[in-house]
């Protein structure tokens, strides 16, 4: 038997939990852009990307997931078969 193969699945949509209003928002991502502002659609706040993080997805998507264009580089970085959702 051989080694299996390891997979990174990139999904296309996240939940973004604003850090306003507390609300999560579905959004199509991809790993072309990482963005550096949201607007919220519940509270229409600006939400800007901490110093800390690449993007407003890396900070405040939920269960605290990395953004696609991240997974996509560390799955090339590691030889990893990608997948989109």
């Known amino acids: ?24 928002t579905k959004a199509n991502v991809s790993i072309e852009r990482c963005p550096q502002s949201y607007e919220c659609p519940k509270c229409k706040k600006i ?21 696609p264009r991240t997974l996509y580089a560390r799955a090339k970085v590691k030889n990893l078969e990608i997948r989109y959702n």
Do not use: D, T, Y
């Open 47 to 67: 939400v800007q990307k901490p110093i800390s993080s690449c993007c407003v997805i890396c900070a405040f998507s939920k269960n605290h997931e990395l953004c």
């Open 1 to 24: 038997m051989g080694a299996k193969k390891r997979v990174q699945k990139i999904p296309s949509k996240m939940i973004i939990v604003c850090p306003h209003c507390s609300k999560g």
